[in-house]
């Protein structure tokens, strides 16, 4: 909202300065974004223009002497239209102007003291201006006082707050509500707006009909009135509209546009005759056409409201007037529609079609007597500068409460909630500067919310006007008196916090990316295959078709942070993240934690640099695993069925039978590096409860030590094997640990060598030599049997 | 020949032996030749039995002697060579300490995040509970269960990812407030915050479309504006240093009433005025206020019997304040010479 100092000092009185004012309105909520004079320019006089001839060294230079009053100043222009005994506007030597600072000098040859200004160098926006202020220097009309101020003189000399409002502010889109805030502010009275008319004996009542179709419209006036001038607009609505960003016209929509500004109610003016004499407002119909006044064919829809006669639609209500009513140059008989629109339709409609003054005022919601108070001042000005007659009586529509509301509070409450306390009479005092009326008994307040301020209906808004009045910043801080309890973080947050510290520690970057991402990344490194009921999770009206799908996997986004890395010649890249996962299934949405992890290149530095493989993502994962109280119950399952990841070097992550994540190499086919990739779902594997850490007894007995190797197929797992070791073992056997694997010279073609190392102990003895062998032999031919292995070494 | 010439002869061979020995293990050898079973000591006594009482006695005497003077001449002399060769061997394994360590890279702790562990922590520590609520939001609990019901202005759908009718991706930690409130069946009083991911349709240099906030909710008896203003007074000092100072300014929140803006003084500047807080000493952080009574009674709690205060900010733009990151893209780009720079402990209550 741009704020008219010139314009709301017609209702209230400002003893401040603009700076000061914007500073104070800011502390009781009012954001400023700017303040500045309409005209910033500097150094202007009014000059007038007593000889002028052709510089002789140009062909469209002239060369001026001006009167400034004090002196004569000669002042070369390049304006067609400078001639001698012109009032016109000097830029002194100095002077700063939004082009820059002029400066004296020699043009050509001939001295030049200033320059004559056009308006358009003055720094008002080029949409106020006409191709004549653009093209030439300003004429000032002939009564204008040599070596006086020319922006005084033009009523120009304004300046303008713009205020970023809050939501809930709408009665401050007008210069009443600004005048009543500031008022309250500065303990100011608020004066009266002149609403005075004659009216004629000729009624609209009777030769006029509404027909409101729609509870979307609650409130419809409607007045007329005739026999207008159509002209331009005295030069104080001119500026006061400049001031206020809006363009002037001429008189009659001018006056319009200038009550809206002052009452906050947005007003529209029909061509009385063009609009014969009925108006219905309904809800458009599905595909219906206007043509607007910004000459746009507008197909509408059911959302909208429209003004229509029974032959066509005039208007799309509260944003847009239509092309065949509009105002024109001939126009004589104007009908005045002020209303109140439900703020949900028009803001639908007005995001669709044009966020107008208009419509962000609906938008807000309105008070209702303003649409009266707006219809008034209409037909004052009207009758004032377009030589209305207004004809008497009104049509009327009224389909709504409009009786003060009733706020009952304590000073007990208002204090309370504020923390601090204030008394009878200060409280007293902020209703009175707001002129809100109340009574109070026995610190009781009983007070009429005025109309106007549609923001305040319950208690607490009572609270926060109080609290802005007096000054929120005021408000000391407390230390709150409250129990003393633990605060506790619940064990997800926990255990994820507990896991990102351990990656930190082995080595990985944290890293933080967008949940967002491409539809085709959607079930990349899963085991979800396309013809399950798992769905992926769109949202409906994404920015870019690189965030249209929440990810189910965290893994293509890391896969992406490596390849932003790479492009950079990062190419060791140890990575994780915790995020949530997302899908869709016949029982609704899901979201769940998934812990990341990626590795490539480099991992381990030193003169022997050590690159990632398998088994250092193998390890990593043991390692969390196990921390978390999990050892021994895992297990990896090979895969070859997530198709982004190396068939032969990938497996599920199994906890006691269920998956708890994946493990793999990222297939050659879709990078060329070495990659490592793993997941784990930490809600599914937290859900798996662990044994208490507690301490046990250790063994006071020597453990045995036995080695074998054993050459075996090819294809035979480690796992394999150590499962027949550990079946033959029995209770005594205590650790089985592969330490050497060899394929090579010494072994066949298809065969391997796998050494393991055996710990036989019993707790509570020694056990004896004979009865190791004993158990060590039928653990070699247990293996031989079943894994058909050949013992190589033992 | 006399026992004392025998004497003498042994310690005249030992001391010539002794000058040819140059290592510990020469030494063994020479306790053999003279001290072992048959060695040049030993034979001393080799034909005892043959002697008479007297004679035993002296000649047990001096080979006692003689044993005692060599067993100590070598043990002397095997220290010696003992400790030489520990020497060569240091000196040998002397090692080029400056070469590279062997280490694993180090790993790093994203700032998005430990800004997150420090606001839990802070509030842990003053008894509220760190609560999870969901991303994907109903649009209930996101907005109608905080005053901003169907149709309200603050929840233009230019904002909102909506991912139906119903669901939408939550534009404000403040969505679990509701849940909260509605989940507390016992209505007892709440202190609670939730840290948290949240998604705004919005991207540019100072907006990302997704980022962090956290929300605080108190929920008790006679909870006021200057109860919040104290709370977030500690707040400040903790997350941006001690000599932060807290302003409200009245604002305007559809799920709070009354409302305030807070502004912390500049930590650039120290509120003086700068560039970042654009002259005014004061940088605005965090929007709160009084919990609004439809908000209370939609989750359950006459608000003629409770109060509370709510507060909401932006978690990323307290990273961007305390490791001076100027562009919030930064945070979500993942450049590993972006996130290896947060490899270590953070400095306590360092800002400047």
Known sequence: ?794 | METQEKKRVIIESLEKDMKEVHSSRECQDLKVKYLGKKGLVTELTANMKDLSNEERKEVGQISNEVKNEVTEKITQLENHWKEEELNQKLEKERLDLSLPSKKFKRGSLHPFQRIIDDVEDFFVSMGYDVIDGPELETDENCFQRLNVPIGHPARDTQDTFYIDAEYLLRTQTSSTQARVMQANTEKTPIRMICPGKVYRRDDDATHSHQFGQVEGLVIDQNISLADLKGTLELFAKKMLGEDTKVRFRPSFFPFTEPSVEVDVTCFKCGGKGCPLCKQTGWIEVLGAGVVHPNVLRMGGYDPEVWTGFAFGTGLDRFAMFRYEIPDIRYLYTNDIRFLEQFDRKDEENEIK
């Open chain 1, 1 to 794: 909202m741009k704020l008219s100092r010139k314009f709301v000092s017609d209702y209230v009185s400002i003893d401040v300065d603009s700076k000061t004012l914007a500073e104070d309105m800011t502390s009781i909520g009012n954001e400023y974004d700017s303040c500045e004079k309409l005209i910033p320019a500097t150094k202007l006089i009014v000059g007038e223009v007593i000889d002028c001839y052709d510089h002789p060294d140009s062909d469209h230079l002239h060369v001026c002497k001006v009167n400034i009053g004090k002196e004569v100043l000669q002042i070369v222009c390049g304006a067609p239209n400078v001639r001698t005994g012109l009032k016109v506007i000097v830029a002194l030597d100095g002077a700063e102007l939004p082009g820059g600072t002029i400066h004296k000098g020699m043009i050509r040859g001939q001295e030049s003291n200033g320059m004559i200004c056009a308006i358009s160098e003055l720094g008002l926006e080029h949409k106020f201006l006409t191709p004549k202020d653009i093209e030439g220097i300003h004429e000032l009309p002939l009564e204008a006082e040599v070596g006086t101020d020319p922006i005084r003189f033009m009523e120009l000399d304004d300046e303008v707050i713009d205020f970023e409002l809050t939501s809930n502010r709408g009665d401050l889109l007008s210069i009443l509500g600004m005048a009543y805030e500031i008022g309250a502010l500065y303990d100011k009275e608020v004066r009266p707006m002149e609403v005075s008319y004659k009216e004629q004996k000729e009624s609209i009542v009777g030769n006029f009909t509404l027909d409101i179709q729609t509870e979307n419209c609650p409130l419809f006036l409607a007045k007329k009135v005739v026999g207008v001038t159509i002209k331009e607009s005295p030069t104080f609505i001119k500026n006061r509209l400049i001031a206020s960003g809006i363009r002037p016209i001429n008189n009659v929509v001018d006056i319009s546009n200038y009550v809206m500004l002052e009452t906050g109610q947005p007003l529209h003016y029909y061509d009385a005759d063009r609009l014969g004499e009925k108006l219905i407002v309904r809800m458009a119909k599905e595909g219906e056409t206007l043509m607007t006044l910004d000459s746009q064919k507008r197909t509408l829809s059911s959302s909208d409201i429209v003004i229509a006669t029974e032959k066509e639609v005039v208007g799309l209500a509260g944003v847009m007037g239509g092309l065949t009513t509009e105002i024109e140059n001939d126009t004589k008989n104007i009908l005045i529609e002020s209303a109140i629109f439900h703020p949900t339709c028009i803001r639908k409609t007005s995001k669709k079609v044009l966020r107008s003054e208009a419509s962000s005022r609906f938008e807000k919601g309105l008070d209702p007597r303003r649409t009266y108070l707006a219809i008034e001042r209409s037909c004052h000005l009207l009758e004032k500068y377009a030589d209305a007659k207004i004809l008497s009586g009104m049509v009327e529509y009224k389909n709504l409460d409009i009786s003060d509301k009733k706020v009952e509070i304590s000073l007990e409450k208002i204090n309370q909630v504020l923390g601090i306390s204030l008394t009878k009479e200060e409280v007293s005092n902020i209703l009175r500067r707001l002129q809100f009326p109340f009574e109070e008994k026995d610190a009781f307040y009983t007070i009429t919310v005025p109309t106007r301020r549609i923001d305040v209906s319950i208690k607490e808004d009572i609270i926060e006007e109080v609290g802005r009045m007096y000054g929120m910043d005021r408000i000391q801080g407390k230390s709150m008196c409250l129990p003393v309890v633990p605060g506790t973080i619940n064990p997800l947050r926990q255990a994820k916090r507990y896991l990102r510290r351990k990656l930190a520690d082995l080595g990985l970057n944290e890293t933080l990316s967008y949940a967002l991402t491409k539809e085709e990344d959607g079930f990349q490194f899963t085991t979800v295959r396309p013809d399950s009921s798992i769905e992926k999770v769109k949202v409906l009206d994404p920015m870019s078709e690189e965030r249209t799908t929440l990810r189910y996997s965290l893994l293509p986004s890391l896969l992406s942070i490596f390849e932003y890395n790479k492009a950079r010649n990062l190419k060791d890249v140890s990575i994780f993240e915790i995020g949530k996962g997302f899908y869709r299934d016949e029982e609704g949405y899901h979201e769940e934690e998934k812990l990341a992890v990626l590795m490539t290149g480099v991992y381990r530095v030193g003169l022997k640099k050590e690159s990632v493989d398998f088994y250092v993502v193998k390890g990593i994962m043991e390692d969390l695993l196990d921390s978390l109280g999990y050892r021994h119950r895992y297990d990896l399952v090979p895969t070859a069925e997530v198709k982004e990841l190396h068939p032969g070097q990938s497996a599920k992550i199994l906890l006691n039978n269920q998956e708890i994540g994946l493990i793999g190499k990222v297939h050659p086919s879709l990078v060329k590096e070495d990659i490592y990739v793993m997941e784990l779902y930490l809600e599914q594997l937290l859900a798996f409860r662990v044994k208490k850490m507690q301490y046990k007894e250790i063994s006071k007995y020597p453990s045995i030590l036995k080695d074998v190797a054993f050459v075996v197929s090819k294809d035979l797992s480690a796992k394999e094997i150590q499962a027949v070791i550990k079946k033959a073992g029995g209770k005594l056997l205590t650790d089985i640990e592969v330490f050497d694997v060899y394929e090579g010279e010494n072994v066949g073609e298809n065969e391997k060598s796998i050494a393991f190392s055996l710990t036989f102990q019993d707790p509570s003895r020694t056990l004896s030599d004979e009865e190791v062998m004993a158990i060590f032999n039928r653990i070699i031919e247990e293996v031989e049997k079943k894994c058909k292995a050949q013992v190589r070494d033992k």
